[in-house]
């Protein structure tokens, strides 16, 4: 696992979603972490932009416009992301459930540490602690393929958030799994290895060969 520029990691995920689209290879999960980066969706919400581009320049954080569904949100360091490259149409699941399963998957590392975190009501994506939003959803799927993913927060600097309403969602804070766990967290290595664990056990692969790289963890999935 390590610190990927968000467009080099989008274009591995092109390259991927093309080869699991004519089964040049398996299910296909990438971890990963970003340098501070501010990401919008198809919808191109820019007035939950709350400062001009030339200021998150400034501060080095980075933005860029995406095809994923949802509205904008942040990425950056201590921030676990999971990529799945997935066939919908293999594992048998609509979108709705592989997004809420994708919730159960933050919500299951969440409990691991005593969070109790749950979906969002209707029109609030994501996974929530109360009020708090411990983790955010945005995806894509092209000819049933799935790509982008999730992002949850294990102990980013939580100021990044205040420069955009985060998801579209006014008037809700955003927490992270240090500050509502009542204990000091392990590496984030293995809490990001939890998250991986999670989602495989979720999703019901039975087949994991993990695949390492100086910066990024990807692991092919079969059932």
């Given at each position: 696992m390590g610190v990927v520029n968000y467009l080099d990691a989008l274009k591995l995920q092109e390259k991927l979603t093309a080869d699991r689209k004519i089964n040049k290879i398996t299910d296909t999960l990438l971890s990963l972490q970003h340098p501070p980066t501010y990401t919008l969706g198809k919808r191109r919400t820019d007035h939950n932009?709350?400062?001009?581009?030339?200021?998150?320049k400034a501060m080095g954080a980075e933005l860029h416009y995406t095809q994923r569904g949802g509205d904008i949100t942040f990425h950056g360091p201590h921030q676990a992301i999971l990529y799945p490259i997935v066939s919908l149409r293999d594992i048998g699941l609509g979108a709705r459930k592989y997004v809420e399963?994708?919730?159960?998957?933050?919500i299951e590392l969440a409990s691991l540490y005593s969070v109790k975190a749950c979906a969002g009501q209707k029109g609030?994506?994501?996974v929530w602690v109360d009020e708090r939003k411990i983790g955010a959803i945005g995806v894509k799927i092209s000819s049933g393929i799935t790509s982008h993913g999730l992002a949850l927060n294990i102990n980013p600097d939580l100021n990044y958030f205040k420069h955009i309403v985060p998801c579209g969602i006014a008037d809700k804070d955003v927490t992270s799994l240090q500050k509502e766990a009542e204990h000091v967290l392990p590496p984030e290595e293995v809490i990001q290895y939890e998250l991986v664990a999670c989602f495989v056990r979720i999703f019901g692969y039975t087949d994991v060969i993990w695949k390492d790289s100086a910066s990024v963890s990807s692991y092919s999935l079969e059932n």
């Open positions: 932009l709350l400062i001009p581009e030339s200021e998150l399963n994708l919730e159960l998957t933050m609030e994506t994501g």
